[in-house]
């Protein structure tokens, strides 16, 4: 990544496509992001006309690092989350970088972009060895780092705790669909936690999701050994992420 400059970066999610300019020295934002309503149906053509709509706003001319809630493989989607099922086996990168004229496009994991920006900015920008990030909402994303390194698309919430997927167990919305108290909650994060540090032994987890803004309601009952520590660049990860990914080149 470069010391200095300037990148753009667009995070497409469920209920709205967002990007600005990120200033990669700090990593934050040079203006307001840009928000626009994810189309519904959320297709690869009506989700490529929301970004080149969101970039002719922005006034960017140059390389842009798009998030998607996917699985990105060689810039194909292979997965779709909150996103329509189309996109499956789509060439977004393709898709997109035509809908912008063909300029340079790079298109990542949302949660992945999300661990990129923690990783150098956030959380755990001082911290040496494997960060894993995790994103409690209506699934649990994942993202693997080692010294800022992104190993893509680890998908830990799928991960088999006993006989359920770890965010079939302790999603954030499974603790409002189950109405359970932060303290019950926890203990279920706690079990999910135990099970990944046994597998990975990572130096830090962060905390990241909407729910992390309640962290200091439930992240001091957890009990697994693990340092958490609760993200905080919030809402600006994944745009931050994503335009590291577009400086840095990334081709998930």
């Known amino acids: 990544m470069s010391a200095r400059g300037h990148a753009f970066g667009i995070d497409i999610g469920g209920s709205g496509v967002k990007g600005a300019v990120v200033d990669l020295a700090t990593g934050t934002l040079t203006h307001d992001r840009i928000k626009i309503a994810t ?4 297709t690869p053509a009506a989700v490529a006309e929301a970004v080149a709509e969101l970039v002719a706003k922005a006034q960017w001319e140059g390389p842009v690092g798009l998030t998607m809630p996917c699985v990105v493989l060689d810039g194909h989607a292979r997965t779709a989350a909150n996103i329509d099922p189309s996109w499956i086996g789509t060439d977004a990168r393709a898709l997109f970088s035509a809908a912008l004229d063909g300029r340079p496009v790079t298109v990542l ?8 920006a923690e990783d150098s900015y956030g959380s755990a920008r001082d911290l040496h060895g494997l960060t894993i990030m995790l994103t409690f909402g209506t699934g649990i994303g994942s993202a693997l780092l080692y010294n800022g390194t992104l190993v893509p698309n680890s998908e830990l919430g799928h991960i088999l ?3 359920d997927e770890a965010e079939h167990l ?25 099970t990944i ?4 032994w990572p130096k830090v987890f962060i905390a990241g999701g909407g729910i992390s803004r309640d962290h200091e309601q439930w992240i001091p009952l957890l009990t697994n050994r693990t340092p958490v520590i609760p993200a905080v660049l919030k809402n600006t990860a994944g745009i931050v992420g994503a335009a590291m990914a577009i400086d840095a080149g990334l081709a998930p």
């Open 170 to 194: 302790a999603a954030a919305s499974v603790k409002d669909r189950e109405d359970l108290g932060y303290p019950e909650w926890a203990r279920r994060v706690s079990t999910v936690l135990s």
């Open 109 to 116: 994991n949302d949660a992945d972009a999300a661990g990129l």
């Open 39 to 42: 189309p519904h149906p959320a």
């Open 161 to 163: 705790v006993g006989t």
């Open 197 to 200: 540090e046994a597998l990975f």
